[in-house]
């Protein structure tokens, strides 16, 4: 034990310095005077307030009120969220559609009664929060969209890809909550650790398929044939 720890220090520094005396055989870089103008005119910074400069006000305060808008529409969503989520433990409606599950599935045996206990407490739990958080979710994404001139859409496209993204959150939670259920019974000492690898798993699954298995249902992707337009972008 001890000739490892007398042979550490002479291994850290076989290590090392190999890269101390190549740093003191460099030699410094001094930056020429042309050197140091053309950093001075490709700082980020300066540009950037170079390019808002030529930005009207009324579009620069526009753009400014849409993302800040948008920040106290995140906190104005979590709250939402927890605000449902309250009312619908407060008023027993949640126990109640529990309780439906319980007496729907009384015949079924084994797992094929887990399945459709879990299946019908979700459906009606995923349209319900769909319905109370509705009005937000007009006004987030089609009102405040067509007031920025982000959108272009009517109100029945939008409505209609509202009940796709509804349907995909329908399949996909109860997929979820039938995993994190399972989960919690076979270890319910440890449900806590278990059901958050579950839940990182299923939101890296559904991030890498979103872009070729969801995001086509809702837009049509086509490849670049202008040149002035892909090749800017190719070279980057």
């Excluded at 101390?20 to 950037?48: F, H, I, M």
């Excluded at 399972?182 to 990182?200: E, H």
Aim: glycine content about 4%; charged content about 15%.
């Amino acid at each position: 034990m001890r000739k490892r720890l007398l042979l550490l220090p002479i291994t850290v520094c076989f290590v090392f310095a190999p890269i101390a005396a190549s740093a003191r055989q460099t030699p410094a870089t001094v930056a020429s005077p042309g050197t140091r103008q053309n950093a001075r005119l490709l700082d980020p910074a300066a540009a950037t307030q170079a390019w808002l400069a030529t930005v009207p006000r009324d579009k620069r305060e526009k753009s400014d009120a849409y993302f800040e808008g948008g920040y106290w529409l995140i906190l104005l969503n979590f709250l939402l969220v927890a605000a449902i989520s309250i009312f619908l433990l407060a008023s027993r409606i949640s126990a109640r559609l529990r309780d439906f599950a319980e007496r729907t599935c009384r015949r079924c045996r084994g797992s094929c009664r887990f399945l459709l206990q879990v299946i019908l407490y979700a459906i009606p739990y995923f349209l319900l929060v769909a319905t109370l958080s509705f009005p937000l979710i007009v006004y987030q994404h089609f009102f405040r969209e067509h007031q920025y001139g982000f959108a272009t859409q009517s109100f029945l496209s939008w409505f209609r890809e509202q009940l796709i993204g509804l349907g995909i959150t329908i399949i996909g939670g109860t997929i979820l909550l039938l995993v994190l259920y399972a989960v919690f019974r076979r270890a319910p000492r440890t449900w806590w650790i278990w059901g958050t690898v579950v839940a990182v798993i299923f939101i890296f699954v559904v991030v890498f398929i979103a872009p070729v298995y969801i995001e086509p249902l809702f837009n049509t992707y086509k490849p670049l044939t202008k040149p002035e337009i892909r090749d800017p972008i190719l070279a980057m």
